[in-house]
């Protein structure tokens, strides 16, 4: 079974600042991971995802994501975050084993980011 | 714009009652998938069309069916509705290949009362 965790379920930071959105998965294999953003009254939009290769993600949105496999963790990171940045953040995974042709995904609650400005 | 259509936006029904919600994928996408999201329970994965062939379910009531047409549009149906169907139900679509991200439509928002 695959499971994700959002350990924090909202995160402030001042306009200007960096800003990290946790979350830890737990796979029987190896992970493909994912970050969607929500915007109120709006659908998911996709961010970044990590399937193999470089430990850093780049993604839309100036955002970026850190895999590290001992911690099995991807924090979502951005430099400097901007008011249009608060939103609902969500981790989700997908298990590497997942049978074939099934690319369920597994969503973590959810984060919600607040930048003051 | 994901590309991913959904109908109706807001549905408002009564409870015992039956409904129909529409998706249509992005041109091209062979898998489609529907999610509940609520505030208690979060994004919850329904169930997994591929190519008009049910593929993966998830926590997905009895009272709840779907089905993927030959023209790859799906529709998810819920019968027999109680007050905690209440929410936001999410159509997402991928291409089946080895990208694996999945793009979301907006969302029917389905209040039961």
């Known amino acids: 079974a695959q499971s994700v965790a959002q350990p924090e379920d909202q995160v402030n930071v001042a306009e200007g600042n960096p800003l990290t959105v946790k979350c830890t998965y737990s796979?029987?294999?190896?992970?493909?991971l994912f970050w969607y953003v929500q915007y109120p009254n709006r659908g998911l939009q996709f961010l970044l995802k990590?399937?193999?290769?470089?430990?850093l993600v780049k993604g839309s949105y100036g955002f970026e994501a850190e895999f590290n496999k001992s911690q099995t963790s991807f924090h979502l990171k951005k430099p400097s975050a901007l008011v249009s940045d608060s939103a609902l953040y969500f981790c989700?995974?997908?298990?590497?084993?997942?049978?074939?042709?099934?690319?369920?995904?597994?969503f973590g609650k959810g984060t919600k980011l607040s930048v003051i400005p | 714009d994901s590309g991913v259509t959904q109908t109706p936006k807001h549905l408002i029904t009564a409870t015992g009652q039956r409904v129909t919600l529409r998706c249509s994928p992005r041109?091209?996408?062979?898998?489609v998938y529907w999610y509940q999201q609520s505030l208690d329970q979060g994004l919850q994965f329904l169930i997994q069309?591929?190519?008009?062939?049910?593929?993966a379910k998830g926590n997905i009531l009895e009272r709840f069916s779907a089905q993927q047409f030959p023209d790859l549009h799906s529709e998810l149906n819920l019968s027999s509705l109680e007050l905690g169907d209440s929410a936001l139900y999410f159509c997402?679509?991928?291409?089946?290949?080895?990208?694996?991200?999945?793009?979301f439509g907006p969302g029917t928002r389905l209040t039961v009362t």
């Open positions: 041109s091209g996408d062979l898998s």
């Open positions: 796979v029987s294999g190896n992970p493909y």
């Open positions: 069309y591929y190519n008009g062939e049910e593929r």
């Open positions: 997402a679509s991928s291409s089946g290949t080895a990208t694996y991200e999945q793009y």
């Open positions: 989700a995974v997908r298990d590497f084993y997942s049978g074939a042709g099934s690319y369920q995904l597994t």
């Open positions: 990590y399937i193999t290769g470089d430990n």
